[in-house]
């Protein structure tokens, strides 16, 4: 049973972007409306990391490595978080997840993003 699906990941150069999408099928709306989403990444080798989350009322925060080139983005009608990633470096490479950050639901299979130099 499919909680959250990722995607929208590929292979890009340096400074080009992408835009992920993330739905969480099986959740009610009141229910995503009202939780604190978040975008994670986890590159080879390395933790899983909390790139940017966003309230309910669409407040963002975001990881200091990707301030000012990541923008998320939710659509409470399509239950859909959004990762739009502008000038994208070699070390955003990693596998992009999304989940609500409290209370976290079992995690989807993620989207690979390659940035190639």
């Known amino acids: 049973q499919v909680h959250l699906v990722e995607s929208g990941g590929g292979l890009v150069q340096a400074g080009g972007s992408l835009r992920l999408s993330c739905k969480a099928p099986?959740?009610?709306?009141?229910?995503?409306?009202?939780?604190?989403m978040g975008w994670y990444r986890q590159a080879p080798g390395k933790e899983r990391e909390l790139v940017a989350t966003?309230?309910?009322?669409?407040?963002?925060n975001y990881a200091e490595s990707v301030k000012g080139r990541f923008t998320m983005s939710r659509d409470s009608t399509r239950k859909t978080v959004y990762l739009q990633m502008n000038d994208l470096k070699p070390e955003d490479t990693a596998v992009y997840y999304c989940?609500?950050?409290?209370?976290?639901?079992?995690w989807g299979q993620g989207t690979q993003v390659t940035v190639a130099s």
């Open positions: 989940n609500r950050v409290t209370q976290g639901l079992p």
């Open positions: 099986r959740m009610i709306t009141s229910t995503f409306n009202s939780a604190i």
């Open positions: 966003m309230t309910h009322g669409r407040e963002a």
